[in-house]
């Protein structure tokens, strides 16, 4: 017999987007829950369709590598996808194969105004395990920049990949990229809500959990090894903690009431969660096992949704001045209130280097994605001209941000510069997507 339709968790569904309220309330079909042990392939795929135009990319060009056209995946076509997300890039046609052995005509890649060239080669071991080899040149100063050999088993292809395309990230860039780093989310359909875990590009995804009730809040501990998330399989809010690699799992929040809006302390040791035990809706920090909870916020509003800054103070969200803002709090208690524009503001994340932060405000009837300079200061800046936006997470070296939205009737991850100009779509074939966080680095 299917279930009936299940509210949303009663402590953030006033404070929460509309789209978020609807997908936490669809009726789910009759089934059970498939708790994985580790993870599991699953068939969703995405189409990453990149739009916009950045001031000042670095054109680059990434040759087809040697042979890998008789693997599973072009590695060369990955890269280009990565860098190209980025903004930082711009990708320049190289249709010929060129191995990392050969020392490219420089002259003609200047020609054609390229400043930066990547070769390679992908051939089968004799134990299985494929070698993959590539070279990057600055095509400006006319020599070679570096290079790297790594010896991959089938399934790793995609990962090296997003690992030479971190590689040339770092060496033109001076920064640390993020595309072989993981991403979680989750999907709906066919009357089922499923944890994923993938690439950072959405591609190459696993199942975590499998349910017929929604899955919400996912949020990734700091060495990248658990996720918590919030799931109503018991009919209630109840907050958990997954093991990655094993699948194994255990109850950190199941009080009376609600329990919701997991989030990890810099130090992995404890969590901040919004309880609704006492009567209220709070803010509480409970032990990674979900041991000696305790109360953080003291408000008769709602307060939710927090997340900690790398500096450990807790940011949150509260209608104690009448409408959902943001504050922040310090490690001595205390509430500043961090936005004024608007009479909607929430889903606030912070940026590793605790400079920005990113959040939703509803602009009329519109709900989009906002910048705000922590250090700086200055007015607020909208990055989207969608229209229901939610649930941004910052990438691990904090230039893009990833977010859900609904395009063209569908429910779809998105990711943007920080300036807003360069906006990659993640359309999946399989299902509505919602929910994602951006896993950290250690993959």
Same mark, same amino acid.
Request: aromatic residues 6%.
């Given at each position: 017999m299917p279930h009936q339709p299940l509210p949303a968790a009663p402590v953030t569904d006033r404070l929460l987007q509309p789209a978020r309220r609807a997908w936490c309330r669809g009726a789910a079909a009759a089934g059970g829950l498939a708790l994985l042990g580790g993870l599991a392939p699953a068939r969703a795929q995405f189409k990453v369709e990149i739009s916009g135009v950045g001031a000042t990319q670095l054109p680059v060009a990434v040759a087809k590598f040697r042979d890998e056209d008789k693997t599973n995946q072009v590695l060369s076509a990955i890269v280009r996808a990565d860098l190209e997300r980025s903004g930082v890039f711009r990708g320049v046609d190289a249709p010929q194969v060129i191995d990392e052995a050969t020392v490219p005509a420089l002259p003609e890649w200047r020609a054609r105004a390229v400043d930066a060239l990547v070769t390679g080669s992908v051939s089968r071991l004799s134990d299985g395990r494929f070698d993959v080899r590539f070279k990057l040149w600055d095509v400006v100063k006319g020599s070679e920049i570096g290079g790297q050999a790594s010896a991959v088993v089938a399934a790793d292809l995609r990962l090296a990949a997003h690992r030479i395309a971190d590689y040339v990230y770092e060496k033109l860039t001076g920064e640390k990229g993020v595309f072989a780093t993981r991403m979680a989310y989750v999907t709906r359909g066919?009357?089922?809500?499923?944890?994923?875990?993938?690439?950072?590009?959405? #591609?190459? $995804?696993?199942?975590?959990?499998?349910?017929?009730?929604?899955?919400?809040?996912?949020?990734?501990?700091?060495?990248?090894? #658990?996720? $918590?998330y919030v799931s109503f399989e018991s009919q209630k809010a109840v907050v958990y903690a997954q093991e990655v690699l094993s699948g194994r799992r255990r109850v950190l929040a199941n009080f009376r009431g609600s329990n919701s809006a997991p989030a990890w302390a810099p130090d992995g040791l404890q969590l901040a969660v919004t309880l609704s035990r006492d009567g209220g809706s709070q803010i509480f920090a409970i032990g990674r096992n979900g041991d000696n909870a305790r109360r953080l916020t003291s408000s008769p509003a709602i307060d939710t949704e927090p997340v900690y800054g790398p500096d450990g103070r807790l940011y949150f969200v509260s209608d104690r001045g009448g409408s959902p803002q943001i504050y922040r709090m310090g490690a001595g208690g205390g509430a500043e209130r961090l936005t004024f524009a608007g009479g909607y503001n929430v889903s606030p994340t912070i940026s590793a280097d605790g400079r920005y932060m990113?959040?939703?405000?509803?602009?009329?009837?519109?709900?989009?994605?906002?910048?705000?300079?922590?250090?700086?200061?200055?007015a607020p800046r909208p990055l989207t001209d969608t229209t229901d936006d939610e649930s941004p997470s910052f990438a691990p070296n904090g230039k893009l941000l990833v977010y859900a939205s609904r395009v063209q009737g569908r429910d779809v991850l998105m990711t943007t510069t920080l300036d807003g100009k360069i906006k990659a779509r993640l359309l999946s074939s399989a299902a509505d997507v919602r929910e994602p966080a951006w896993g950290p680095y250690g993959r």
């Open positions: 066919g009357g089922r809500y499923t944890l994923r875990v993938a690439d950072a590009d959405g #591609e190459a $995804a696993q199942v975590a959990l499998n349910s017929p009730e929604p899955i919400i809040s996912p949020a990734w501990s700091p060495d990248g090894r #658990e996720l $918590a990113a959040y939703v405000s509803q602009q009329g009837n519109a709900f989009r994605l906002h910048l705000m300079d922590l250090i700086a200061g200055g």
